[in-house]
């Protein structure tokens, strides 16, 4: 889990110091602000390459891979126009502080401290869906070069998530642990189905979860205190599967959280932060209060959520579905600009009101007063 990240001199940033929640942190801001480099920042620090002994040369690399600058240096990564080294900063809830450092010209990074304990990986989840493209980046034998040119490290470590190997019976999964107990039947009923790995490739089985009155009790402690009196199992509908590209795209992003959680790459209070870059593109609206609700049950059970987002629905149900009752810790992170000043700056609060002070709410509003004034016939 991240605590802190600082970054000074860094791509779109010349100094930033931002806190995050244990909860869900939601960075809004608008384009070129720098909201998915600060994701991607958050993924090369948490990762393993900014420990050990060659932590220097892999987390130069592993930036390389993840932003992609023209040259393949990562001082190229250095903000333009600055003094000073390019840095970044990051201090985990275990108290670990991991910083790399580099000029204009370096085509490696000085990580202090040169070695610190295990990581736990941030998971990344970029804008466009993966599941359709794990065949290809995942092939036995794929074009390496000309898979790395085309795609950053965000897509190629998600799709090695995808494909890794989890517990074969879902089902059971489902009814022994009460943190998939309603998570990962909310996001098959969601789409009205599932999508499993078969030779390499997803398929989307059609059907449901459905409840059912549990005929004994479980002797699993933690299922005892969360659903004793109810089994949940998958129903397949009987209709024909489908390839993972026949289905809707907006489908296939929620099937890459529901496989994550299946195969336990995502597994709530033991896994690293959750990234996810406009969770909305390509999602039917009528389909984020469920999503929303996922990501609130997911955060209830310790897992660390870190979204970039530039819509007002979703932000809206994370407003009207959060409780603080139930432990639910919402912090909103807004990345903006004054005007004449090339700096992005930030600022950070628990209370929705600050997506009041964003383009989002302004554009919606602007759209809400447009369409009372054709109702009304006014000119």
């Not at 401290?113 to 736990?120: I, M, Q, R, T, W």
């Not at 499993?196 to 997803?202: I, S």
């Not at 969360?226 to 809707?248: C, E, I, N």
């Amino acid at each position: 889990m991240i605590s802190q990240l600082q970054l000074k001199n860094f791509t779109a940033f010349t100094e930033l110091a931002i806190d995050f929640s244990p909860g869900i942190n939601i960075i809004i801001g608008e384009n070129g602000t720098g909201k998915t480099q600060l994701l991607k920042a958050v993924l090369a620090m948490s990762g393993p390459e900014a420990r050990g002994e060659q932590a220097d040369e892999q987390l130069a690399r592993k930036l390389c891979r993840v932003y992609q600058p023209l040259s393949g240096k990562v001082g190229e990564l250095r903000r333009a126009g600055t003094r000073g080294d390019a840095q970044l900063s990051t201090t985990f809830a275990s108290g670990q502080l991991i910083t790399a450092k580099f000029n204009g010209s370096a085509e490696v990074v000085k990580v202090t401290p040169a070695s610190v304990g295990e990581a736990l990986p941030a998971i990344f989840i970029p804008t466009k869906e993966v599941l359709s493209l794990v065949c290809g980046l995942t092939a036995e034998q794929p074009d390496l070069p000309t898979i790395e040119r085309i795609f950053d490290d965000g897509y190629l470590d998600l799709a090695r998530k995808l494909v890794r190997e989890g517990v074969n019976d879902l089902d059971a999964k489902v009814q022994l642990d009460p943190k998939f107990a309603s998570i990962v039947p909310r996001l098959a009923n969601l789409i009205g189905g599932q999508y499993l790995l078969e030779n390499g490739r997803f398929v989307f089985e059609p059907g449901r979860y459905e409840e059912k009155s549990s005929a004994s009790r479980t002797r699993a402690k933690h299922a005892q205190m969360y659903q004793d009196s109810t089994q949940w199992k998958f129903v397949p509908s009987g209709k024909h599967r489908l390839s993972s590209g026949m289905t809707a795209e907006g489908f296939r992003k929620i099937g890459v959280l529901q496989r994550l959680l299946s195969n336990g790459s995502l597994n709530p209070g033991t896994s690293g932060p959750l990234l996810w870059d406009e969770p909305e593109s390509n999602l039917n609206p009528k389909l984020m209060r469920d999503l929303v609700q996922a990501l609130l049950e997911l955060s209830r059970n310790g897992q660390q959520i870190i979204l970039a987002t530039h819509d007002y629905v979703l932000l809206k149900w994370f407003d009207l579905l959060m409780d603080k009752g139930e432990g639910d810790h919402v912090v909103f992170h807004r990345l903006y600009r004054t005007e004449g000043e090339e700096n992005v700056r930030h600022e950070s609060q628990s209370d929705y009101s600050i997506v009041g002070r964003s383009a989002i709410s302004n554009t919606f509003a602007e759209l809400y007063d447009e369409d009372v004034k054709r109702a009304l016939g006014s000119d």
